[in-house]
């Protein structure tokens, strides 16, 4: 049996070097509560860019290059060593991570943002970063396309894990592509919420007969920055929660055991046991004996993408 905790915390928005201190004084928090494995929300460095759901398409020029000036100054660029702490945390608690937050390329452009999650070890190891495959609807004016070599489940202190953010989870393929590498404890970090949702989040326990962690964001009204631009017109003071969270735990087979954690802040605490979900694969296994590859294969590109290609 392990101890998972799922972060319902909200972030110090914009802010990259408060929210990750905020991040390890969460982790500490956790850990004093005999936490193995410690989950944050999609964006929770520093902030999912909700914005955007309430600005004109192709409208609020203005608003949106200065929201997103600010957004570019709060990522993180891990080549850069902005997440030196955070791992740090995980080593001087032996505790494993996963962490969603704005990325800063750090390789290219140096000025193109992923929706990217990353899995760091007990050890202080950064073990896999994920991005996003497909931003959502806007939110392709705010993050780059990521690629497969991150399509990754890799194995932890607390048994093998992968991530798919948010509406990935949606894509049968990705979701497949992990089923394939004996994934036990299946992430989901997401800004979405609600009963359709959490159906989304136990269907996945039951096709993939693995754990799911369902890491909501938790946003309120005085999340928002005083000097936050067009705050009344966005975010009208009436409205006091912007974002549920709705964090959940669910066993292997679709039932809740932990959560939802709804319009709420906090820490959700759960047991996983793993032997749970390889005995549950006794009557479906849907890349093993309930597959059939005579007829259907998956091909998946892992290698990582890139715009040039220098020849030395």
């Known amino acids: 049996m392990s101890k998972v905790a799922i972060i319902q915390e909200s972030p110090i928005l914009l802010d990259r070097e408060k929210t990750i201190e905020k991040a390890v004084g969460l982790i500490e928090q956790a850990a004093s509560e005999g936490a193995e494995l410690i989950v944050f929300s999609e964006a929770y460095i520093s902030g999912y860019p909700a914005w955007i759901w309430r600005l004109k ?3 609020d020029w203005g608003t949106s290059e200065e929201l997103h000036a600010r957004l570019l100054d709060s990522a993180v660029d891990i080549d850069a060593g902005d997440l030196e702490l955070i791992c740090n945390s995980a080593k001087k608690n032996k505790v494993c991570i996963v962490c969603g937050m704005n990325e800063r390329d750090g390789a290219l452009s140096k000025s193109t943002l992923y929706n990217t999650v990353v899995i760091i070890s007990k050890n202080g190891e950064i073990l896999n970063r994920h991005r996003k495959l497909m931003p959502t609807n806007p939110e392709r004016m705010v993050w780059g396309f990521g690629d497969g070599s991150g399509l990754n489940v890799v194995e932890s202190s607390v048994g093998r894990i992968g991530t798919l953010v948010c509406w990935e989870n949606y894509m ?20 979405d919420s609600g009963d359709d949702w959490l159906g989304t989040m136990q269907h996945i326990a ?15 009204n005085s999340d928002i920055p005083k000097d936050f631009p ?5 975010y009208p003071d009436a409205e006091e929660w912007i974002n549920p969270g709705d964090s959940a735990v669910i066993a292997p087979g679709g039932q809740i055991v932990a ?14 046991d793993l032997k749970q979900a390889a005995v549950s694969k006794r009557d479906l296994d849907v890349t093993g004996h309930y597959s059939r590859p005579d007829i259907f294969t998956l091909n998946v590109n892992t290698k990582p993408q890139t715009s040039i290609k220098i020849k030395k």
Do not use: D, H
């Open 172 to 191: 049968p393929l990705a979701r497949y592509t992990l089923y394939s590498q004996g994934i036990e404890i299946y992430i989901a970090p997401t800004y």
């Open 259 to 272: 959560g939802p954690m709804r319009n709420e802040k906090g820490i959700l605490y759960a047991e996983v």
């Open 206 to 220: 039951r096709e993939g007969r693995c754990w799911v962690l369902c890491s909501g964001v938790v946003l309120t």
């Open 57 to 59: 398409p192709g409208g």
């Open 230 to 234: 067009e705050r009344e017109n966005l």
